[in-house]
């Protein structure tokens, strides 16, 4: 869209693979942390009407928060939340792989680590803003779905647009999302309870049309088709730089900076080769989405994929070539470019994989009978990890979530595979057991999303 018109919305390919429905302007995808802006916008309608502040505490508006440090406990705001600067480490294995609810994650928090220093640096959360959507349907008296819905999306007419993840399918029209299995593309499972545990971050569906919507709406100055949905001042204050990121040379040629980057209210805030740029991302199983402003040149442009084959530069690539041509600035292939990043990305894992399969120590058996390695362990979150044995093969399940089979390795060290076949093709990790001195098992530890969990018998 461009000067609070739209220029172009369409649709290309399939919904899904092996089905003949084509994919148009009113077609459901999954905006992922795209919600974040949408998160924020309901904050600023609240902050508008006096129910919160940018720098309330959150323990105002939730009292039984508690963060991993006393002091983070009585200081970290909305503010800190949306910017991502509490400098709580991310976690996401407490929900992405668990059956935990809004309220349990919630109830996680003190247990977690603390990656950086309060207020230096942005370590991006999905739970913080988990926590930021929570405490302002406290603020509001409802649910932080009817807020999203009652505020934005109803006021903005986006008709093709819900915060209830779980409705989407029943709006019908909807992208199914798509990877690489086993060197396949195949359809991917679509997700449940760990998106609607951190909606608030994650869980808006949307189409095209919709999102060009949002997008006038972005550019504008709080009002749409004449009634006030925000301040002006609200909007300036989403839009606003609150923590910088720092870059490097590299950082900066890949991302075409010519100033600096940082981050404000639920939005990246960069230059684009020397031009004010508002942009966030999202990916969700199978389906990547990338949403830029240009807010002096009055330009939107958003780009939704329903496959993660080619990765999120695609979304990018894209986006940057038709930034270029509407600000008359010289451009470059990014097709040729991104094919040949791609195709050496593609190379590399081809090389990993071989990697791994040769660190495999051949001829090594368990110290155990595979049953001494079943039992009950428990996380420093205070989350469980259970192992079974199933017929021959143990199976472990974290947090009452996924489930995963595992498979010997080598000495006791053990390959778990998830069930769902994106993530045992993309977040398959290693469960290494120590034994006591004793002979039996003490403790487990393996790697998901990011963390090193070790779970004690």
Request: aromatic share 10%; glycine share 8%; proline share 4%.
């Amino acid at each position: 869209m461009k000067d609070g018109k739209v220029l172009v919305v369409k649709g290309y390919g399939v919904r899904e693979l092996g089905k003949p429905e084509t994919i148009d302007e009113n077609t459901i995808f999954d905006a992922a942390s795209l919600t974040k802006s949408f998160t924020v916008a309901a904050i600023a309608s609240l902050v508008d009407e006096k129910k919160m502040s940018w720098d309330d505490p959150v323990k105002r508006y939730i009292p039984t928060i508690e963060f991993p440090d006393p002091y983070l406990t009585a200081n970290i705001t909305m503010r800190d939340l949306l910017c991502h600067r509490t400098g709580v480490r991310a976690t996401n294995s407490a929900w992405y792989f668990t059956n935990v609810n809004r309220s349990q994650l919630l109830g996680l928090i003190k247990n977690m680590e603390i990656a950086a220093p309060f207020r230096t640096q942005s370590v991006y959360s999905n739970i913080g803003v988990t926590i930021a959507g929570e405490a302002a349907a406290r603020a509001a008296g409802t649910t932080w779905e009817d807020l999203i819905t009652q505020r934005i999306i109803v006021p903005l007419g986006m008709k093709r647009t819900t915060a209830v993840f779980a409705l989407a399918p029943a709006m019908g029209n909807i992208a199914s999302g798509h990877a690489l299995v086993n060197g396949v593309q195949r359809v991917t499972p679509r997700e449940g309870t760990p998106r609607e545990t951190t909606a608030p971050a994650g869980a808006v569906q949307s189409s095209a049309a919709d999102l060009a919507t949002w997008m006038i709406f972005q550019l504008g100055d709080g009002t749409f088709q004449g009634k006030r949905i925000l301040s002006s001042a609200a909007m300036n204050e989403m839009h606003s730089p609150q923590i910088v990121i720092p870059t490097n040379a590299a950082f900066r040629l890949a991302r075409q900076i010519k100033y600096f980057a940082a981050y404000g209210l639920g939005w990246q805030v960069f230059d684009y080769r020397g031009n004010r740029m508002l942009w966030h991302s999202g990916t969700g199983d199978g389906q990547t989405a990338f949403l830029v402003l240009l807010p002096d040149s009055g330009l939107g442009v958003v780009v939704l994929i329903n496959s993660w084959k080619a990765g999120p530069a695609l979304n990018n690539a894209i986006a940057s070539r038709i930034m270029d041509y509407y600000l008359g600035i010289p451009t470059r292939d990014y097709s040729a470019e991104y094919h040949e990043s791609w195709t050496r990305s593609l190379q590399q894992s081809i090389e990993a994989t071989r990697k791994f399969e040769a660190s495999q120590l051949k001829g090594t058996t368990p110290t155990l009978a595979l049953s001494g390695y079943a039992g009950a362990y428990r996380d420093k979150l205070g989350l469980d990890v259970k192992v079974w044995l199933e017929g021959d093969n143990l199976r472990l399940q974290y947090g009452g979530g996924e489930i995963a089979v595992l498979t010997h390795w080598h000495h006791d060290t053990f390959w778990a595979r998830w069930q769902n076949p994106l993530h045992a093709e993309q977040r398959s990790t290693f469960v290494q057991f120590s034994l006591s001195p004793q002979g039996t098992v003490a403790e487990l530890q393996m790697d998901l999303s990011g963390d090193r969990i070790t779970a004690h018998r």
